[in-house]
Structure formats: structure tokens, C-alpha cells
């Protein structure tokens, strides 16, 4: 059947406007781009139908393909493959309950949806909730305290402290959608904490960062546009006697503040000319006549 003659047939009222008793228009017809996007649409449909079809085909063997052979739509050769073959009964439900009892935060399975965001709880909810609603499909109801038990029991040990505060604090059965809420809200939470931890070791990184230096290159001088490019042998912080006399006349007040005495072969043993050491000549209560004089305090 191709794409023109299924619309001729199937969709007769696509193509026409349509109007009320007293001759308003309740649906206008459709325009060219409306109508091209349709075709389009339905001519990709009509290829993966032919496919699914097909695949049913070859899978089935004997009885069941003799059934199906002159079949080409792919929802009815499913439909009628169900009626003798699908699982009825204790089987189905049996089938339906294991699902349920062994969704977990990281199931993938092609049942259900649980593991398309591996270790989400979205997921989780929806492939309990997806599972219940086949066993309540089949009139096997599960109770609401096999899915808390479900529920509690599946979640990673992330949640063990959460799984504690509902068992022991419930006074009562606890309602389904009530603990829902409640995982909903633990997850928010637990994600916030990753979050700010995650974003506290980024900056703590970041205000911690150390460049990269070439070798041969000083490692204590910070790198800039008006930084120089030296080896650690020529550096001046690093070795203050090859500082050039210009540099030590310049800063001479500078140096005599900090203790500093670039003409001193050992500027470790320098004491500074201000200080601790001025601090205690100025609170000594003895003068230097008295202690040469007495030869002690």
C-alpha cells in the first residue's frame, strides 16, 4: 500500500476542511508543508513496520510462523503472537513479581527503564512503579508494604542511613507516595553536599594551582609580561648577592628595615637595626656605664 493511496483511504478528512450547521469552519484543511511533513513522517513509519514484521517472522518458527506468514503489519502479528504464547496465569505473575522484587538502582534490563540513568532514583521509582502496575494489570495488587519494603530494601548503601530513619521512626504502615517524598528529598540533599564539596576542592585547586616551569627555568619567580624568564642560578631573591650595587643603593633603607645586609657574607647572622632587638636596648632599665662599671646587672 503506498503513502498516497493510505491517505486516500485511512485519512480521507486530512485533506478537507470541515464545517458546523451553520457553515463556520471547526477544522481547517491543512497546508502544503503540513501535508508533505505528514507524508514524510508516515513513509518512515511504513519502513521500520515492514522491518519489525520481518524480524517477528524469522524469529518464529513452525506453528507460530504459519499463523503470521501473511501478515505485514508488525502491531497486529505482535497481537496475535500474544493471545496462545504470552504468560497467563501464575507464570505472569510470578514473572511480573521477580521484576519488581529485584529492581534496583543500577538494573538494566530490557523490561523496564530502571538503568537508563545508572544509579538514578528516578529511574528506581519508575521501574517499582512501572512493575507494580503490570501485577495490578494482571489482578495481583502487590500491598504497599511489599513496594516500601521494595524500595527500602534495592537503594545502594548511599541511602542506609535514610533506610534506618523510616524503619524506626514509622509508627504506623508508612504510605508509598509518602516515603517517595522522602527518598526524593534525601537525594536532593545528598546531591547538594556532592555539589558543594565537589565546587570547595575546585576552588581550593584553583587558588592552589603552581605553574608549570621549563627546565632551566626559576620556579620561584611567578611568570608575567613583565616578568623575566631566569634560571634559578642568576635569580636575586633566590642568591641576594648577585643583586647589581645600583639595586643595593636604591634600596638601602629598605634593606636595613628587614635586617638586611646585601655586603654581610652571612645575611642569616645580621641582626636588624630595628625590632626585637632595638625593643629590648630601650626597656633595659640599666645603662651601659653601670653594666661595664659592676660587670653584671
Known sequence: MTVLSFISEFC???WTEEKDDTGKVTKAAPTTAEKTEFKRIYKEWSVKNRRAAQLLIMYCMDKPASTIEDMEDAFSI??????????????????AFQK???????????TTTVGDYEGSV?????????????????????????LISTLLNNLN????????????????????????????????????????????????????????????????????????????????????????DRYKKKNEKANAAAGRDYDHDDDDMV??????????????????????????K
Open 12 to 14: 480521507p478528512t486530512l
Open 78 to 95: 505482535w497481537c496475535m503472537l500474544k493471545k496462545p504464547y504470552q504468560d497467563s496465569g501464575f507464570t505472569a505473575r510470578h514473572t
Open 100 to 110: 519488581l522484587t529485584t529492581t534496583t538502582t543500577t538494573t538494566t534490563t530490557t
Open 122 to 146: 528516578d529511574s528506581y521509582i519508575h521501574g517499582i512503579r512501572t512493575n507494580a502496575k503490570d501485577l495490578k494489570d494482571m489482578n495481583a495488587t502487590a500491598p504497599g508494604w511489599i
Open 157 to 244: 548503601d548511599k541511602y542506609t542511613d535514610f533506610v534506618h530513619r523510616i524503619v524506626l521512626t514509622a509508627t504506623g504502615e508508612p504510605d508509598f507516595e509518602e516515603v517517595v517524598k522522602l527518598l526524593y528529598k534525601e537525594d536532593r540533599l545528598a546531591n547538594r553536599e556532592v555539589i558543594s564539596t565537589a565546587m570547595a576542592a575546585a576552588r581550593a585547586k584553583g587558588s592552589k594551582q603552581t605553574e608549570i616551569c621549563e627546565e632551566g627555568e626559576c620556579r620561584h619567580c611567578p611568570k608575567g609580561k613583565k616578568k623575566k624568564i631566569h634560571p634559578e642560578e642568576t635569580c636575586w631573591i633566590l642568591h641576594p648577592e648577585l643583586r647589581p
Open 271 to 296: 641582626a636588624p637595626q630595628f625590632g626585637l632587638f632595638a625593643s629590648m636596648a630601650v626597656l633595659s632599665p640599666f645603662d651601659e656605664e653601670d653594666v661595664e662599671s659592676d660587670g653584671s
